[in-house]
């Protein structure tokens, strides 16, 4: 994957992640809606930072072929992106929403277990379709 196309990746599994995590926080934990947003946003600038590094090294370790990757590859991609990102965000859950870390495992908890499933289908998704790669074809025609 060139350097254009991750960047469209990242951004695109990002925005598509907030739309779902911000409301769904919102309505679910009753934490402040302007607080969730700036709280999304922070960690999204961050997990598309990681998702770029990680998904280099990763290809760079597995290979590049990523239409025959299987399941089990695709569940070790999701967990290992995760554990990178748990390192940042509960810190930074407890400290700007000034709750408790039991209050931020909990929060983070709901976080992970979504974000597992989304990276998973997302990345799975992506890889079968290449919506980049789509949307270059149809602007060159």
Same mark, same amino acid.
């Given at each position: 994957?060139?350097?254009?196309?991750? &960047? +469209?990746?990242?951004? +695109?599994?990002?925005?598509?992640?907030?739309?779902?995590?911000?409301?769904?926080? *919102?309505? %679910?934990?009753?934490?402040?809606?302007?607080? @969730?947003?700036?709280?999304? @946003?922070?960690?999204?600038?961050?997990? @598309?930072?990681?998702?770029? %590094?990680?998904? &280099?090294? +990763?290809?760079?370790?597995?290979?590049?072929?990523?239409?025959?990757?299987?399941?089990?590859?695709?569940? #070790?991609?999701?967990?290992?992106?995760?554990?990178? @990102? *748990?390192?940042?965000?509960?810190?930074?859950?407890?400290?700007?929403?000034?709750?408790?870390?039991?209050?931020?495992?909990?929060?983070?908890?709901? #976080?992970?277990?979504?974000?597992? &499933?989304?990276? #998973?289908? #997302?990345?799975?998704?992506?890889?079968?379709?290449?919506?980049?790669?789509?949307?270059?074809?149809?602007?060159?025609?």
């Amino acid at each position: 994957m060139r350097v254009m196309e991750r &960047i +469209f990746q990242a951004i +695109f599994f990002e925005v598509t992640a907030l739309a779902l995590v911000v409301p769904a926080t *919102v309505v %679910i934990a009753g934490l402040e809606t302007q607080k @969730m947003l700036i709280v999304g @946003m922070g960690l999204s600038l961050f997990a @598309m930072f990681w998702n770029y %590094i990680y998904n &280099i090294v +990763f290809d760079k370790w597995v290979g590049q072929n990523r239409i025959e990757r299987g399941g089990w590859v695709r569940i #070790f991609h999701a967990l290992g992106f995760e554990l990178g @990102m *748990v390192v940042i965000t509960l810190p930074a859950l407890t400290w700007y929403l000034n709750i408790s870390w039991l209050a931020a495992v909990t929060l983070e908890a709901g #976080f992970l277990i979504f974000i597992l &499933i989304y990276t #998973f289908v #997302f990345n799975w998704l992506y890889d079968r379709y290449q919506p980049y790669t789509k949307c270059i074809k149809t602007a060159a025609q």
